[in-house]
């Protein structure tokens, strides 16, 4: 299994309160990924990096930052949570082989927002 | 713009039969690779299979088959004898190879495998 771990896995916080997920890979991969889950609406991007402080939004990115300042670590910050954003949050990572390369995922962080 | 059709919503059948999943997807890019995935009761996601839109070859693996047809645009998956333990949400996923490596996913299909 790749060694990508997310942390915490479980968190119920309250509306405008700031919160950040941890991801934290062992494979040395360039590309890291943070998706959110819903029902109805698969896998969602919200942010991705390709390097060190290279970061770029997905397509679910308002209310979400992001920082890469270490190969291994990619951090999604909610600044000010809302309802809305309770969901699965998925971390991936990719290998720099290309886009032919499968992405490997962390098991999940089940954020409430109460 | 590149975007992946999963019509399938839910399917439902009773074990030892077959099933296929439907995945549609489009693309203007002439190198792209298309995956799929499984998401089990648990809730990890486990990669199961990539292809890449050079090879139309179809591939098994064991109860589980792939048909890749550029000329429809779909990348169908197969179970064949289901089991209780494919019991899973399927997702699709496609990446283009200009596409800095996003991943584009389709909106799921949950197999429900009665015993």
């Known amino acids: 299994d790749a060694g990508i771990t997310q942390s915490p896995r479980h968190k119920v916080t309250e509306t405008g309160t700031p919160v950040t997920l941890r991801c934290h890979q062992t494979?040395?991969?360039?590309?890291m990924y943070w998706y959110r889950q819903d029902p109805g609406h698969g896998l969602r991007l919200i942010h991705y990096?390709?390097?060190?402080?290279?970061?770029d939004k997905g397509e679910v990115s308002d209310g979400y930052s992001v920082s890469r300042s270490k190969t291994e670590d990619f951090l999604l910050t909610l600044e000010s949570a809302t309802s809305s954003q309770t969901s699965v949050y998925f971390c991936?990572?990719?290998?720099?082989?290309?886009?032919?390369?499968?992405?490997?995922f962390g098991q999940g962080t089940r954020l409430t927002v109460v | 713009a590149q975007k992946v059709t999963q019509a399938q919503t839910e399917i439902s059948v009773v074990e030892k039969e077959d099933v296929t999943l439907d995945c549609v997807y489009e693309?203007?890019?002439?190198?792209?690779?298309l995956f799929w995935y499984k998401q089990p009761p648990s809730g990890e996601l486990v990669f199961l299979i990539r292809?890449?839109?050079?090879d139309e070859q179809n591939e098994i693996s064991g109860r589980y088959s792939w048909n890749f047809q550029k000329s429809t645009s779909s990348f169908n998956f197969t179970i064949t004898a289901s089991q209780v333990v494919d019991s899973a949400v399927y997702f699709c996923?496609?990446?283009?190879?200009?596409?800095?490596?996003?991943?584009?996913w389709g909106a799921g299909t949950k197999l429900i495998i009665k015993p």
């Open positions: 991936a990572i990719r290998n720099p082989g290309g886009a032919n390369t499968e992405a490997f």
């Open positions: 494979e040395n991969h360039r590309y």
């Open positions: 990096s390709y390097g060190v402080k290279d970061t």
């Open positions: 693309t203007r890019d002439t190198t792209y690779y």
């Open positions: 292809r890449n839109s050079f």
């Open positions: 996923a496609l990446s283009e190879q200009d596409s800095n490596y996003q991943l584009i």
